[in-house]
């Protein structure tokens, strides 16, 4: 069990990390300010990586209280 939430603090502080960058890259993308196409393109790319994130972050809390609760 000890397994399991190393395991889940691992992942969820991982997918926090994915979080903290997609508020970088998009604080970026804002201040560059790009053409509206080449930053549509950017952010589409931004949505998926944050997506990502947000589920890494959900299975290591899912992980995590698994591993507590048993």
Do not use: H, W
Not at 30 to 53: C, I, M, T, W, Y
């Amino acid at each position: 069990m000890t397994a399991l939430v190393i395991l889940g603090a691992v992942l969820a502080v991982a997918g926090l990390g994915g979080l903290g960058y997609c508020i970088r890259a998009g604080f970026a993308i804002r201040r560059d300010k790009p053409a509206p196409e080449v930053a549509r393109a950017q952010l589409q790319r931004l949505v998926a990586v944050n997506l990502g994130s947000v589920a890494l972050a959900t299975l290591g809390l899912a992980l995590l209280v698994a591993g507590v609760m048993l």
